[in-house]
């Protein structure tokens, strides 16, 4: 099989037939074999009726119905484990990406090499309130992730290799950084292409400005885990180390300057009237807090399941 599209969805009915047609349409002009995945998410609308009659009209149309809506990372990791093509598309339903824009991804991935194209919205059909942060936040996932040819990560038409998808775990609100999180497992031909966006015809979006807090909490998780997962010991036993020493010289030096006021005879007074005693002692205290953290985390690096995963290429002779 050429192509499985996967559209994850939470209550889009109103454009899922639309997109349907205009899918089955790019397919035939350009004679691929697909199939369409869509992963209802727990639509409370009637979402899943239309795609139970859409694939009875059209066998080339899967489904997977969530009982309750556990968001679009989820969605996508499920359709990535149940793609067969040698390329995966992914879209929303909302018919904000278009279609036709599937044959070029595929040729990019097929003809150029690359494992990953990110669709980029140059020119976006979306609230002021939306771009203008996803600008700053684009920025900032480049600087993290070290994918600096990237404008839109968060876009939700991309192709991938078939194994990519299978390689990447989707979780939580993930989604947002699919690229890094293929960065990660060791696809690095990453790659952008120009497409064109339409302002959302049915229905509203699903997200909120949460997703801005929350975007760059994620960040922060992915950038740790990725610097210091298998090794946690190295981020606060460094740092602890460096805030117990600090703490232990900065306490010594207000107990030698009170004994050197004592005994060459001039005015002193008790160490506790000294803010710098207090500081210093937080220091070692949560230098030491951060120490213990560090072997804390390297227990549950110890036990985990991940620890040796490695991501393995090729084998030869094995
Ligand atoms: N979506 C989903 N589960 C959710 C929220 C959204 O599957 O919990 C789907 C949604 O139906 C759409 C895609 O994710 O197909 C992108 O959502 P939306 O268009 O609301 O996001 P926006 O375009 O505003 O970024
Ligand atoms: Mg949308």
């Known amino acids: ?36 995945l869509f992963i209802n998410d727990g639509s409370t609308d009637d ?16 489904g997977i119905c969530f009982r309750r809506n556990y968001g679009k990372s989820p969605a996508l990791n499920t359709g990535f484990l149940h793609a067969k093509g040698k390329v995966v598309i992914t879209m929303d339903a909302d018919l904000q990406d278009s279609p036709d824009e599937i044959p070029e991804l ?7 090499g690359y494992d990953l194209v990110s669709g980029w919205k140059k020119k976006r059909y979306d609230p002021l309130s939306k771009t203008i942060p996803t600008k700053l936040f684009n920025a900032v996932a480049r600087k993290v992730s070290g994918i600096k040819n990237l404008h839109d990560f968060n876009c939700g038409l991309k192709a991938y290799r078939g194994n990519v998808v299978k390689h990447i775990e989707v979780y939580g609100d993930m989604h947002r950084y699919i690229p890094f999180l293929a960065k990660n497992a060791g696809f690095n031909k990453i790659g952008e292409k120009v497409v064109h966006h339409q302002a959302r015809k049915y229905g509203k979006t699903k997200f909120g400005l949460d997703r801005f ?10 950038w740790f885990t990725n610097k210091f997962g298998a090794k946690p010991m190295h981020f606060f036993g460094l ?12 306490t010594a030096v207000v107990g030698i300057m009170k004994l050197y006021h004592m005994y060459s005879g ?18 070692m205290v949560l230098g030491t807090q951060l120490f213990l953290t560090g072997f804390i985390g390297e227990l549950i690096v110890r036990n985990s399941q991940r620890r040796n995963h490695y991501e393995i290429e090729e084998e030869l002779n094995i």
């Open 266 to 283: 001039h005015a002193y007074s008790l160490v506790t009237d000294s803010p710098y005693f207090y500081l210093s002692l937080i220091l």
């Open 47 to 62: 979402s899943w009726e239309v795609i139970k009659r859409l694939s009875r009209e059209n066998p080339s149309v899967k």
């Open 239 to 250: 740092l602890g180390s460096l805030m117990f020493v600090f703490g232990l010289i900065s």
């Open 1 to 36: 099989m050429d192509i499985s599209i996967v559209i994850p969805l939470y209550n889009e009915a109103e454009s899922l037939p639309e997109l349907e047609q205009w899918i089955a349409r790019v397919m035939k002009d350009n004679g691929f074999t697909y199939e369409i």
């Open 213 to 222: 807090v929350n975007g760059y909490l994620d960040l922060a998780t992915l």
């Open 106 to 112: 595929y040729r990019m991935i097929t003809a150029e």
